[in-house]
C-alpha cells in the first residue's frame, strides 16, 4: 500500500496522487505524449471519474510535479516530478541475470591501469544503454613523476615521454635541431634533480621558470625542450573524464548545437565532476534542470561512484533525455559500479600481498 509521500513544498501526496504521478511519468517515459485524464482511466487499477484524475492531476501542476504544454493537451512530468518517482516511487529492480553476466565477462580481464579504466567502463555502459556513456577516475593524491625519456624519430624530431608513478602516460613530438652531449648531460640532472618525484601540482610555471634559470648557457638549446615538458606535464590531471557513444548524444539532443554544448560541457570536466560528486555514494540522478549549466536543461544524468582503492575513486553514468527508462538503467549503472568497486577492492588487495 503507497504511503503519502513529502511532495514539492514539503506537502504530503496522498496515494492516489502518487499513483497518478507514477502513472503519468510510467506512460510519457512509454509513448513522449502528454497524458489526459482518458489516459488514465485505462491506466489506472480501480480508477475513479476522468473528472476526479483531472483535478488530481491539476494539483500535482500546482505542486510542481506535472506540467500542462497548453491548455487543451495532457499533462507532462518535470524535473521535480522525475526526482520524486526515482527517488520514491519507482519500483526498485534487478537487471536481467543475461546483463549480468555480460557485464562480468567485460570486466573480467580489466586492467586496472588508471589510464584505460574509464574508456573501458564507458564504453561498456554505453553499448548497453545505448545512451551517451561518461566515466572517470580522480586521484585521491597527485601523481607524482616517475621517468622522462626522449626518444629520438629522425634526424630532427624527438618524442617527449612523460610518465607518472601511478601508471598514466603522456607524449608529444617536436621537432629540434640537435643536442650537443653537453646540454642533454644538464637535462637529464635537471631532471633527475629538479622534476623526478615531484607532484603534478609541484610543477606549476613559476617552478619551469626557475628551472629554466638553471640552465646556463645551454638555455638556447634546453628551453623548446622544458618548454615542452612543461606543456606535456600540465595535460596530467587528477580527473580525467571520458565520454564514449556521442553518436548516441546528437541522437538524443536532436541538434548538433546542443550535442556539441554538452560535449563541450563535458570537456571541461569540473562542472561534470561537480555533478557527479553532488550524486553521493549510491546510484542517483541528477536533472539538467536543476543545475545551472543550460547545456543539460532537457538531460539527465544518472551516475554511481566506485572506490575500493586508496588512491582512486571513480565515477560512471549516462547522460539521457529525461524522459528514459530509469527502471531499466539505474540497476544497470549500479551493477557496474559495484563490480567496479569489487575489482578495484582485489585489485589493491593483490598489491598489498
Same mark, same amino acid.
Do not use: W
Given at each position: 500500500? @503507497?504511503?503519502?509521500?513529502?511532495?514539492?513544498?514539503?506537502?504530503?501526496l496522498?496515494p492516489r496522487?502518487?499513483?497518478?504521478?507514477?502513472?503519468?511519468i510510467?506512460?510519457y517515459? /512509454?509513448?513522449? &505524449?502528454?497524458?489526459?485524464?482518458?489516459?488514465?482511466?485505462?491506466?489506472? /487499477?480501480?480508477?475513479?471519474? $476522468?473528472?476526479t484524475?483531472r483535478?488530481?492531476m491539476?494539483e500535482?501542476?500546482e505542486?510542481?510535479?506535472?506540467h500542462?504544454?497548453? #491548455?487543451? +493537451?495532457?499533462?507532462?512530468?518535470?524535473?521535480?516530478g522525475y526526482?520524486l518517482?526515482v527517488n520514491?516511487?519507482?519500483?526498485?529492480?534487478?537487471?536481467?541475470?543475461s546483463?549480468?553476466?555480460a557485464?562480468?565477462?567485460?570486466?573480467e580481464?580489466?586492467?586496472?591501469e588508471?589510464?584505460?579504466i574509464?574508456?573501458t567502463?564507458?564504453?561498456?555502459?554505453?553499448?548497453? #544503454?545505448?545512451?551517451?556513456?561518461i +566515466?572517470?577516475?580522480?586521484?585521491?593524491r597527485?601523481?607524482?613523476?616517475? !621517468?622522462?625519456?626522449?626518444?629520438?624519430?629522425g !634526424? $630532427?624530431?624527438?618524442m @617527449?615521454l612523460v610518465?607518472?608513478d601511478?601508471?598514466? #602516460?603522456r607524449? !608529444?613530438?617536436? !621537432?629540434?635541431?640537435?643536442?650537443?652531449?653537453? $646540454?642533454k648531460?644538464c637535462?637529464?640532472?635537471?631532471?633527475?634533480?629538479?622534476?623526478?618525484?615531484k #607532484?603534478i601540482?609541484?610543477?606549476?610555471k613559476a617552478y619551469?621558470q626557475?628551472?629554466?634559470?638553471?640552465?646556463?648557457?645551454?638555455?638556447?638549446?634546453?628551453?623548446?625542450?622544458l618548454t615542452?615538458v612543461?606543456e606535456?606535464?600540465?595535460?596530467? &590531471?587528477?580527473?580525467?573524464v571520458t565520454?564514449?557513444?556521442?553518436?548516441?548524444? *546528437?541522437?538524443?539532443?536532436?541538434? /548538433?548545437?546542443?550535442?556539441?554544448?554538452?560535449?563541450s560541457?563535458?570537456?571541461r570536466?569540473?562542472?561534470?565532476?561537480?555533478?557527479?560528486e553532488?550524486i553521493?555514494?549510491?546510484v542517483? +540522478?541528477?536533472?539538467?534542470?536543476d543545475?545551472?549549466?543550460s547545456?543539460?536543461?532537457g538531460?539527465?544524468?544518472i551516475?554511481?561512484?566506485?572506490?575500493? $582503492?586508496d588512491k582512486?575513486?571513480?565515477?560512471?553514468?549516462?547522460i539521457?533525455?529525461?524522459?528514459?527508462s530509469?527502471?531499466?538503467?539505474?540497476?544497470?549503472?549500479? *551493477?557496474i559500479?559495484?563490480?567496479?568497486t569489487?575489482?578495484?577492492t582485489?585489485?589493491?588487495?593483490?598489491?598489498?600481498?
Open positions: 500500500m @503507497l504511503k503519502p509521500k513529502k511532495g514539492s513544498e514539503g506537502m504530503e496522498t496522487k502518487q499513483a497518478v504521478l507514477k502513472a503519468v510510467k506512460a517515459i /512509454e509513448n513522449g &505524449e502528454p497524458i489526459g485524464s482518458k489516459n488514465l482511466v485505462a491506466l489506472l /487499477e480501480n480508477a475513479p471519474s $476522468s473528472a484524475l483535478n488530481e491539476s500535482l501542476c505542486l510542481g510535479l506535472l500542462q504544454p497548453h #491548455t487543451s +493537451a495532457g499533462r507532462v512530468p518535470t524535473s521535480r526526482s518517482y520514491s516511487l519507482m519500483n526498485k529492480a534487478e537487471i536481467p541475470e546483463e549480468k553476466k557485464i562480468d565477462e567485460a570486466l580481464s580489466l586492467n586496472c588508471p589510464e584505460g574509464p574508456n567502463v564507458a564504453q561498456l555502459l554505453s553499448k548497453l #544503454t545505448g545512451l551517451p556513456a +566515466a572517470c577516475l580522480i586521484t585521491e597527485q601523481p607524482k613523476i616517475k !621517468r622522462i625519456e626522449l626518444l629520438p624519430i !634526424r $630532427s624530431s624527438v @617527449l610518465i607518472t601511478d601508471g598514466r #602516460t607524449n !608529444r613530438i617536436f !621537432r629540434h635541431g640537435g643536442f650537443t652531449d653537453e $646540454s648531460n637535462f637529464e640532472e635537471l631532471i633527475e634533480k629538479r622534476i623526478k618525484g #607532484t601540482a609541484e610543477l606549476n619551469f626557475s628551472i629554466i634559470a638553471e640552465c646556463g648557457i645551454y638555455i638556447l638549446e634546453l628551453m623548446p625542450l615542452a612543461f606535456t606535464v600540465s595535460e596530467i &590531471e587528477n580527473t580525467d565520454l564514449r557513444g556521442e553518436n548516441a548524444l *546528437y541522437n538524443i539532443c536532436g541538434d /548538433e548545437n546542443t550535442a556539441r554544448r554538452i560535449t560541457l563535458i570537456k570536466r569540473d562542472p561534470i565532476i561537480s555533478i557527479l553532488g553521493g555514494d549510491n542517483g +540522478a541528477v536533472f539538467g534542470a543545475t545551472v549549466y547545456e543539460l536543461a538531460e539527465t544524468v551516475a554511481a561512484k566506485f572506490s575500493g $582503492s582512486y575513486k571513480g565515477y560512471v553514468g549516462v539521457g533525455p529525461n524522459r528514459m530509469y527502471e531499466q538503467i539505474m540497476p544497470c549503472v549500479h *551493477y559500479s559495484k563490480r567496479m569489487e575489482i578495484m582485489e585489485a589493491q588487495k593483490d598489491m598489498e600481498d
